[in-house]
Structures are given as structure tokens and as C-alpha cells.
């Protein structure tokens, strides 16, 4: 922030060089000191900006900037104030007095001294302040450079800590997502409870055991419903030929309906085991692939790319587990290939 501006230094930016050209004063005005008014004027202006915005400028030269500045307002005011129709009638003395003194007092200042020999410092204050100017923009410079260089520093010790938070952040993905495929396995083949009286035993038992222990209990009451069909359903030879065929069609159609369901139970078993296994072998994938990738150089991104690659097509592509048939099996494309396309139409 700026400091308060002296009432010299106030007065002299209200300063309208122009006014010198007043055409008020037709021949008599001040057009002949014009290039010296302004010349003083713009070095003036040049050195109140030093002064009053630097704080680092001392006092001493700020109070001599004020004095020159009031006698550069002085001249100012005299022009401003002056009258021709008054100074017509003494003969235009006050305007000649005034082109005089300011033309000595522009020379002198230049000389260094009066025609009394009486220092004029103006141009010490300037090189002063200019001298005072640079060597803090120096300062300034310099501590500019040490706050660009420590910015760097930090830029980089920050690209430093997101780039571990970023690996920090990928290996707990990695874990989070082998955590998920660990539950999916758990829950096809593999649930966990224990009873009261045996707290030391875990029994686990997922959809898969469901399905299978189902299918044996149904499993043995086929073979006794095929051992006792006859107590169950009972056939009389005497009975009419139709209600004979209807026993018989009964039979059928109860040891029919058995055999679908045990059949029906296995085939859930299986699918329930391959989900199983699908999912154990993606929760595998993934916690071998921070091992893997640990070993192989950060440089190599081919290789990287390519293990990558492999992971994704483990974890994406439904592999032949055994529990269900192949046959005509027509798999989607793999994700290998569909990337191959995909660059291919490019």
C-alpha cells in the first residue's frame, strides 16, 4: 500500500502542462519555456513515483523532492494566476519576470549552483533516487529468484507426493477390487458360520453347497421313490386299461419331475462352482499383480503395458473352469482383440 501524499506533492499532479499555451494570452504566452516546463515536469513525476511508492527511499530524499516540487509549483502558479490584461499595463514586466526566472532557475539546476554560488542538488536527489530505485529492484530481483527457485523445489516435491499418492492410490485399488472378487468367490462356495456348541469349528457353506446338498437330498429320495413307487403309486391289474395307462403315466411323470430336479440342482452346483472359480482366479490375478509389477522397471512401459494387458484379459474374459460344457461355446471377443480393433479403425 502507498503512503499518504504530502499537499506539495498533491498540488503538483494537478499540474496542466497546457495551460502554458492558454490562448487567452495570445502572444504573451509561455510557449518559449514550454519544452524546458515539461521537461522538469515528467523528471519530477518520474522521481515522486520512486519516492512515495518505495518505502525503502529515505526521509531526507523525500523531503527534497518535496522542496524542488514546490518550486516547480510556484512557476506553476504564477503562470496559472497570471493576468495579461494587468500585466498590459505595466508593460508585460511580470510576464518576462516570470520567463526569466524560470529560464535561470532551469540553467542553474543544470549548473549545479546560482549566481550566488548556492548549491542546486536536483539532480543529486534524481541519480539518488534512481541509484536507491535500481538497487532495490536489485534486492527485489533477487528475492524473486530465490522465491521462483523455491517454488520449483516445491513443485517438485509435490509432483514427489502425488506421484505416491497416486501408486498408494492404485495398490489400494488393486486391494480393494481382490477384496470384492474374494467376497463374490465366498458367496458362490464358501460362507462361514459357527454353531454355539462348537465355537473352535467353522463350517462354511456358500450357493454351491446349497445347491449340491439339495441335490442329494433329492438324490436319495429318488432312489426311494423308485424303490416304493409301487406303495406309492400302486398299480391294479384289474383296474381298467385307461386307469392303468393314467398310474402308469403318474409314475412317469413323479420320477421325471425327480430326476429334473436333481439335475436341476447339480447344474446350479456347477454354475455356482465356475462363478467360484472365476472369481478366485481374478482375486488371484490381482494379488499377484503388485508382485509382478514391483519387479519389472518403471522405465519399461512396454512391458508394463503388456502385464497390463494380461490382467485384464485374466479378469475380463470368461476362462473354460470344467464345471460348464464348452460346446459351442461363442465367447465374445477377448478385450485383446477388441483393443486390436479398436486401433485398427483408426
Known amino acids: 500500500m502507498s ?27 509561455f510557449g518559449s519555456i514550454k519544452p524546458q516546463f515539461d521537461e522538469f515536469h515528467q523528471l519530477i513525476s518520474e522521481m515522486i513515483d520512486i519516492a512515495f511508492e518505495d518505502k525503502k527511499i529515505p526521509q531526507g530524499i523525500r523531503n527534497q523532492i518535496i522542496t524542488i516540487t514546490q518550486e516547480f509549483n510556484n512557476f506553476y502558479e504564477q ?15 511580470q510576464h518576462q519576470n516570470i520567463i526569466t526566472n524560470f529560464n535561470n532557475w532551469y540553467n542553474w539546476t543544470y549548473l549545479g549552483a546560482d549566481n550566488q554560488n548556492k548549491p542546486k542538488n536536483f539532480f543529486n536527489v534524481y541519480n539518488t533516487c534512481k541509484s536507491l530505485a535500481n538497487q532495490n529492484l536489485s534486492e527485489d530481483h533477487t528475492k524473486l ?34 477384496n470384492i472378487f474374494k467376497q463374490q468367490a465366498e458367496k458362490y462356495s464358501g460362507f462361514s458360520f459357527r454353531l454355539k456348541p462348537w465355537k473352535d469349528k467353522k463350517i462354511s457353506i456358500g450357493i ?30 384289474t383296474d381298467n386299461f385307461e386307469i392303468r395307462i393314467i398310474q402308469l403315466l403318474t409314475r412317469f411323470a413323479f420320477i421325471s419331475f425327480l430326476i429334473y430336479l436333481v439335475t436341476f440342482c447339480f447344474k446350479q452346483y456347477s454354475i455356482s462352482k465356475h462363478l467360484f472359480t472365476l472369481n478366485k482366479h481374478r482375486q488371484n490375478t490381482l494379488n499377484s499383480y503388485k508382485l509382478f509389477l514391483a519387479s519389472v522397471d518403471r522405465e519399461d512401459t512396454t512391458t508394463r503395458n503388456a502385464l497390463m494387458m494380461e490382467v485384464a484379459k485374466a479378469i475380463y474374459e470368461a476362462g473354460n473352469t470344467g464345471y460348464i460344457s464348452s460346446k459351442n461355446d461363442s465367447r465374445p471377443p477377448s478385450i485383446i482383440e477388441m483393443t486390436r480393433l479398436i486401433k485398427g479403425s483408426k
Open 208 to 237: 454351491a453347497e446349497y445347491w449340491v446338498s439339495l441335490a442329494l437330498v433329492l438324490g436319495i429320495g429318488l432312489v426311494f421313490a423308485i424303490k416304493y413307487l409301487t406303495d406309492i403309486f400302486p398299480l391294479n391289474s
Open 3 to 29: 503512503m499518504d501524499l504530502p499537499q506539495q506533492v498533491n498540488t503538483f499532479k494537478e499540474i496542466d502542462p497546457e495551460i502554458l499555451l492558454n490562448p487567452d494570452f495570445g502572444t504573451k504566452n
Open 79 to 93: 503562470i496559472k494566476s497570471y493576468s495579461i490584461d494587468q500585466d498590459g499595463n505595466q508593460q508585460f514586466r
Open 145 to 178: 529468484k530465490k522465491l521462483l527457485k523455491d517454488a520449483q523445489k516445491d513443485k517438485s516435491d509435490i509432483e514427489t507426493i502425488l506421484g505416491e499418492l497416486r501408486k498408494k492410490s492404485a495398490d489400494k485399488t488393486v486391494v480393494d477390487y481382490a
